[in-house]
Nanobody, 115 residues
Framework: QVQLVESGVGLVQPGGSLRLSCATTGRIINNAVMGWYRQAPGKQRELVATITVDDSTNYAESVKGRFTISEDRAENTVYLKMDNLKPEDTAVYYC?????????WGEGTLVSVSS
């Protein structure tokens, strides 16, 4: 059973910042494309950002310049730093790992952006 454990649930005001963490295993973080997805109420799950084993990153247009994905392989943890948060960023955020044809998901963590 692959473990992806998210943390960083929070309520933040517009313009604020938050960092999400995803703890996993060394085997996963050293072999999989890691990423974050989100699902807002009434909407489909969408890609937020990904990072490959060689540290190549990819972002959704809606978060470029505001969100940063990174990995700490010594801690087996993937991070999503979110700055200048907007109400439309409110969603459940899921950690994801893609290793070959296998896809693994965390349980999700709620981020709510509201004044």
């Amino acid at each position: 059973q692959v473990q992806l454990v998210e943390s960083g649930v929070g309520l933040v005001q517009p313009g604020g910042s938050l960092r999400l963490s995803c703890a996993t295993t060394g085997r996963i973080i050293n072999n999989a494309v890691m990423g974050w997805y989100r699902q807002a109420p009434g909407k489909q799950r969408e890609l937020v950002a990904t990072i490959t084993v060689d540290d190549s990153t990819n972002y959704a247009e809606s978060v470029k310049g505001r969100f940063t994905i990174s990995e700490d392989r010594a801690e087996n943890t993937v991070y999503l730093k979110m700055d200048n948060l907007k109400p439309e960023d409110t969603a459940v955020y899921y950690c994801h790992a893609k290793w070959g044809v296998m896809n693994y998901w965390g349980e999700g963590t709620l981020v709510s952006v509201s004044s």
